[in-house]
């Protein structure tokens, strides 16, 4: 395995339509509904890009098994996979997701610790429903150095994002994917494409929004309403720590003017008091939170234009085939 | 019985053992003896003193027995422990040593334990030889004594003279005089002898000499030899004992100051008149609420001062005065407040009260009355009217809280129950008397205390007899006693006057509320609904109530029930939803009725509060069935909530009518297996269901059933009426809900389908459906010809509805937003101010205030029903949206836009 690029940034994934396949049969296989798979990517850095050709699956345990061991059973893979000589390097790990819902507190400290760890390491995430729709949907993520930063200080006070100036734009990158084959599959495909008789594709046209727009619009609502706390949160947070500010501005100029009159009638003046100890400020809310749920507004949002607007084209395109008069 | 050895137990086990033999016959004849002494006509009287005073003096003797043996070993600590507590125990028996006397035995140990206390002290030798505790022990005894002798000192210097005068012999026959006197006397004999012969007295006299020497040779002899000696003496004086008791009896009588065996009432030969009496009366009251005060033996005392007076014919006067204490010592009877009369002593405060208002009602010249002061009372047999001071309202008023506290204490589900219950009658028998007394007599408050008294003991009673008359099933198969009783007022006529008359006459409020409540309950109870709403409205209790005491709140909660209940029989379903809401959303309704407790840790209720809860609590045979309660309400929930959840379904704003009700069907989705339905609850959730499907048949099947029947529907009076109400309501209810369930299926529906299916009438559901049309509820109108129903189909579809919701949270979002922007700024509406000043003519404001607007007008829409805006309001949102997910670092993004 050669030497590693240090600049992650400039990280180009290629992952090998294996792997690709392997992820989509893990979800056909373990995934319901809602629930998410996750599994760990393998392969190597080539240049200024991060080829992932290999992958396997965390196993789902329930929580009878509690003494299940997640770390023993990533080690013991690796070495068995070792042993029969295929790419064992760690770079990252995927998960499938729901209506794009994968912008969590779960992921991103995850994601951290890979990056921490791995610098060069990258999150698949994998959406088996557009998937389903007729468009293989698969985007590959890392932390921005931003925020690796604040994860690294663990500041997620007001005053803190603010210093870093961060946005919610601005916590994810999106690596562009590639995904190859080698050649002889290559050939392959070929053949077969003249072989077999072309798959009807019908999920491609229908025309049936509600649904998919029904499910998007119930998850950016819960958000909304999660936000909507948020902020109501921070505004009390706000609007404590203005009045605190005030109750201690007060009693400040109390004291001096106490103090004053006590050194005109020649007393000494009070003794100083720890005004911090009295005047606690309330304890900030974390902000990361907000960060988060915006970023996956942002998300959601992304994916109800995507799809509003294909849909539109394709209702035009079903009114123009209606009346092909008009 | 060893009780008597145990007194006398220094003699050693081989008299004991003779003694065991004849003891049945000596404790027969010490009774007898007693008896003797006793004054004929009050002997009872005088075995309940004697054996209060008993118990006193055992304690006490028991007390000496073991300060002796201490003495006996030089057990010095131990001696000062025990005379502790003797000095302890004198002082609790000082009533009845007031009385008696000091006893005699007290004395002695008294100056014994001097005597030997300082032959203790001067031995110097022995002195040394104490280890440090009892040394300690003896000094400080030795100065306890003397101090406390000094109160005794005549006592004892006279006991000392007789000791002295009769000492050889003598003074154990003196033990033996004493010892029957007080059964438990613990005579300072060193002679063995004395026991067998005190306790066999009575044999001695039956049994020739000879025979009772052979005895005790007998027994005696087959002892140890060292007795002998002993022995010897017990036949010298067992053959002395006979010539020479009379003598000796007289003189221990004249040596010892006799213990009074029983306060004589009156001093033989005293004449007995009213001054006496009273006298006499005021001795006895003065002892109560003393510490030591045995109150058995007041009252017993009292009862004898009643018999004397009722003797002498002292006059009705003095009758009702000794009355009046004797039941107010019934209530002092027992000294904590808290605990409950036993029903005994009850029933005999309930006899006196009796007594005592037969005298009153015989006597028409007796005034009694609180303010009458004790000096201006006269008792005597004049001409002028005897004034007794004291309030025989208090008194039954008293009485009936007993009553309330004894079955508040008796366990509901047992045969005692029902009859301490019997006695209710009873009471109520005398609360009646005593109104009819007092509106004779009585000033307007009294008049109003009784009254409310009486209705307190009215209300809760369903009147059967008026029900059946108002049904006109008049005499069919009724005994005659029944008919006798039906010639009764109404309870609703009496209720009605005296409820009117405090209305008029109180002046407390507190009386007045209850009144008010009891009287809206009674109506509710019986079905006239109107008159109890109107009588709660207009007394605007709703309003002021929190500030009443928690017994009237509880009653008020009472009241608020059964009027909900009574909505509920007229099928008001949602005045019975509105006034059972409070007590049921509190999900504390056993308490708030005060009919149990509910478990709480302690660290919220302290003892003393629990307490203080339990006394409040009602008793069971005014309690109002919780199932019952429960049932009514969740039922009325029920045919409220379902056409409401079925109306707003996309609502996103839609609240609950009734937590409670959401919190059972909860219940019922959690279950992981449905089974038939058991329980009330259970029942009502799957006829929810049923009827949320518009199935009024099942909905009907799970209401009305043999097991709903039998835990709910069969306890009200007219349960056919109930039942018929429920149907109907179920159908009207169900059509509704099928309406606006299913309404968008339809594109037009026949009425007369809709009549079928719901087995209604036509008519009703002409008006049911022309309701919902102008309540706006159904998009639809009429087609008069053709009696069809036709949908318009405006109802937004559910994506449109998610997207209002949507935009209507985005406001809300907006808003919070916009207050964090407000707080940095220190302006409201800073943001849009700013905005204006700083693009005046932007068209981006403008944007921004048509969305506002925007929101708006969807909420008219959704409130109209009216077509919803196309689609682009979609796109909007979602826009919209990304400006204000900004976040903490809000940066307008208005380019957006």
Redesign the interface.
């Given at each position: 395995v050669g030497a590693r690029v240090g600049t992650a940034a400039s990280v180009g994934s290629w992952p090998l339509v294996g792997v690709v396949l392997k992820i989509i049969k893990h979800y056909q296989e373990e995934g319901q509904g809602s629930e998410v798979v996750q599994g760990v990517l393998l392969g190597l850095v080539v240049d200024d890009r991060l080829e992932i050709t290999n992958c396997f699956p965390f196993p789902q345990h329930t929580e009878d098994d509690a003494d299940f061991d997640e770390v023993q059973y990533q080690m013991e893979m690796m070495r068995s996979l070792r042993h029969v000589n295929i790419d064992h390097l760690h770079v990252g790990w995927y998960q499938s997701t729901y209506y794009g819902s994968f912008v969590s507190r779960a992921l991103l400290d995850s994601q951290f610790s890979y990056q921490h760890a791995i610098e060069e390491s990258v999150v698949l995430i994998y959406d088996p429903l557009k998937t389903a729709q007729g468009s293989l949907c698969l985007k590959a993520y890392r932390l921005t150095p931003k925020l690796m930063e604040i994860c690294k200080e663990k500041d997620f006070s007001?005053e803190g994002?603010?210093k870093a100036?961060?946005?919610?734009e601005h916590m994810f990158e999106e690596v562009p994917i590639v995904i190859k084959n080698s050649h002889l599959m290559n050939v392959l495909m070929w053949e077969l494409e003249e072989k077999s008789t072309m798959a009807d594709k019908h999920e491609l046209l229908s025309l049936s929004s509600?649904n998919h727009?029904?499910k998007s619009?119930?998850l950016?609502?819960d958000r909304?309403?999660e936000?909507?706390q948020?902020?109501?949160k921070?505004?009390s947070y706000?609007?404590n720590l203005?009045k605190q500010q005030q109750q201690k501005h007060q009693y400040l100029q109390r004291r001096q003017q106490e103090n004053a009159q006590r050194q005109s009638r020649g007393e000494p003046p009070l003794p100083e008091e720890d005004i911090s100890k009295m005047f606690k400020p309330p304890p900030p809310p974390p902000?990361m939170d907000?960060?988060l749920?915006?970023g996956q507004?942002?998300n959601y949002?992304q994916n109800?234009?995507e799809f509003?607007s294909q849909n539109l084209g394709k209702l035009f395109m079903a009114q123009a085939l209606q009346h092909p008069s008009s | 019985m060893s009780r008597f050895f145990a007194t006398g137990s220094d003699s050693e086990s081989e008299e004991s053992s003779s003694a065991d033999e004849i003891t049945p016959k000596a404790t027969g004849t010490t009774f007898n003896k007693q008896a003797l002494l006793l004054s004929d006509d009050e002997e009872d009287t005088k075995r309940v003193v004697r054996s209060a005073k008993d118990k006193r003096f055992e304690e006490l003797t028991n007390l000496i027995k073991t300060i002796r043996n201490a003495m006996k070993i030089r057990d010095m600590s131990k001696c000062l422990e025990e005379f502790e507590q003797l000095c302890r125990a004198f002082l609790k028996s000082k009533a009845i040593v007031d009385k008696e006397g000091v006893p005699q035995f007290y004395i002695r140990l008294l100056a014994d334990l001097e005597d030997y206390l300082n032959q203790l002290w001067e031995d110097k030798e022995g002195k040394k030889k104490m280890n440090k505790n009892n040394a300690k022990a003896l000094s400080t005894l030795r100065q306890k004594i003397r101090k406390y002798n000094r109160d005794f000192e005549t006592d004892i210097a006279s006991y000392k003279e007789v000791s002295i005068s009769a000492l050889i012999h003598i003074h154990m026959k003196s033990g033996l005089a004493v010892l029957l006197q007080n059964c438990s006397y613990a005579p300072r004999i060193k002679t063995r002898g004395s026991l067998s012969c005190a306790v066999g007295e009575s044999t001695f006299k039956r049994l020739p000499p000879c025979l009772r020497t052979q005895d005790a040779d007998r027994q005696t002899s087959s002892r140890r030899p060292k007795k002998t000696k002993q022995k010897d003496r017990a036949e010298e004086e067992a053959e002395e004992e006979p010539e020479g008791e009379d003598g000796e009896w007289r003189e221990v009588k004249g040596g010892v100051p006799m213990v009074k065996e029983k306060p004589k009432m009156f001093a033989k030969g005293t004449e007995i008149n009213t001054a006496v009496v009273v006298k006499k009366l005021n001795e006895i009251l003065q002892a109560r609420g003393k510490k030591g005060t045995d109150r058995a033996a007041q009252i017993e005392l009292l009862h004898a001062l009643a018999a004397i007076a009722e003797e002498n014919n002292l006059g009705e006067g003095i009758m009702v005065k000794i009355k009046f204490n004797i039941i107010a010592s019934l209530y002092d009877y027992n000294p904590n407040l808290a605990a409950f009369m036993k029903p005994e002593m009850w029933k005999k405060c309930l006899d006196c009260i009796d007594e005592l208002l037969d005298i009153l009602f015989d006597n028409n010249n007796i005034f009694i009355g609180e303010n009458i002061a004790e000096d201006s009372e006269s008792l005597g047999i004049s001409d002028q009217p005897f004034r007794v001071r004291g309030c025989i309202l208090t008194l039954v008023e008293r009485m009936d809280e007993e009553f309330t506290k004894i079955m508040q204490n008796t366990d509901p589900h047992s045969q005692e129950y029902v009859d301490n219950l019997k006695d209710e009658g009873r009471v109520c028998g005398i609360i009646d008397r005593l109104l009819r007394y007092l509106e004779g007599k009585g000033s307007t408050e009294e008049i109003c205390r009784v009254y409310l008294r009486r209705i307190m003991h009215t209300y809760y009673k369903f009147d059967y007899k008026a029900h059946r008359r108002m049904l006109g099933l008049q005499g069919e198969s009724k005994s005659e006693q029944d008919q006798e009783e039906s010639e009764g007022e109404d309870s609703a006529i009496i209720m009605d006057r005296l409820c009117k008359f405090i209305y008029a006459k109180d002046r407390t409020d507190r009386i007045r509320t209850c009144a008010i409540l009891c009287h809206i309950y009674h109506h509710a109870l019986h079905s006239r609904w109107y008159q109890a709403r109107d009588l709660m409205l207009m007394s605007h209790l709703q309003d002021n109530i929190q500030h009443a005491d928690p017994p009237v709140q509880i009653l008020y909660n009472r009241t608020m029930v059964q009027l909900g209940i009574c909505a509920f029989r007229q099928g008001m379903i949602k005045d019975a939803h509105n006034a059972l809401l409070d007590i049921q959303s509190s999900g504390r309704a056993k308490e708030l009725l005060g009919q149990g407790l509910l478990m709480r840790n302690m660290q919220e209720r302290n003892a003393e509060q629990e307490k203080i809860e339990k006394r409040r609590q009602v008793p069971f045979h005014m309690h109002i069935n919780l199932e019952l309660l429960e049932c009514v309400y969740l039922v009325s929930a029920m045919l409220l909530e379902i056409p409401y959840m079925a109306a707003h379904e996309f609502d996103a704003r839609r609240r609950m009518i009734s937590k409670q009700f959401h919190h059972q069907l909860r219940v019922g989705e959690r279950q992981p297996l449905l089974g038939p339905p058991e329980s009330m609850r259970e029942h009502v959730v799957a006829a929810s269901k049923a009827m949320k499907m518009g199935d009024w048949r099942t909905c009907h099947s799970f209401i009305i059933n043999e097991k709903m029947n039998s835990k709910v529907w069969d306890l009200f009076p007219e349960a056919q009426r109930v039942r018929e109400m429920l149907v109907r309501s179920i159908q009207e209810e169900s059509l509704r809900t099928y309406l606006f369930t299913y309404s968008s299926v339809y594109d037009s529906i026949s009425m007369e389908t809709l009549s079928e299916m719901f087995e209604l009438e036509l008519p009703t559901v002409h008006s049911i459906i022309s309701k919902m049309i102008i309540n706006e509820e159904l998009m639809a109108s009429l087609d008069q010809p053709t009696q069809t129903v036709v949908m318009h189909r405006t109802e937004p579809t559910s994506l449109q509805n998610m997207a209002l919701q949507l935009a209507e949270k985005l406001g809300g979002l907006v808003e919070n937003n916009e207050r964090v922007f407000d707080l940095k700024q220190g302006v409201y509406g800073g943001y849009f101010n700013r905005v204006r000043l700083l693009y005046p003519h932007s068209p981006i404001f403008l944007s921004l205030s048509d969305q506002k607007s925007g929101y708006q007008q969807k909420q008219n829409y959704q409130r109209g029903g009216l077509q919803v805006p196309d689609s682009g309001l979609l796109l909007r949102i979602v826009k919209h949206s990304r400006t204000v997910t900004g976040g903490p670092a809000f940066s307008p993004r208005l380019e957006l836009i």
């Open positions: 007001p994002l603010k100036n961060i946005g919610y509600s727009l029904e619009l119930q950016l609502m909304v309403d936000m909507s948020e902020i109501v921070y505004n706000c609007r203005s902000r907000t960060l749920i915006a507004i942002n949002c109800v234009k509003t | -």
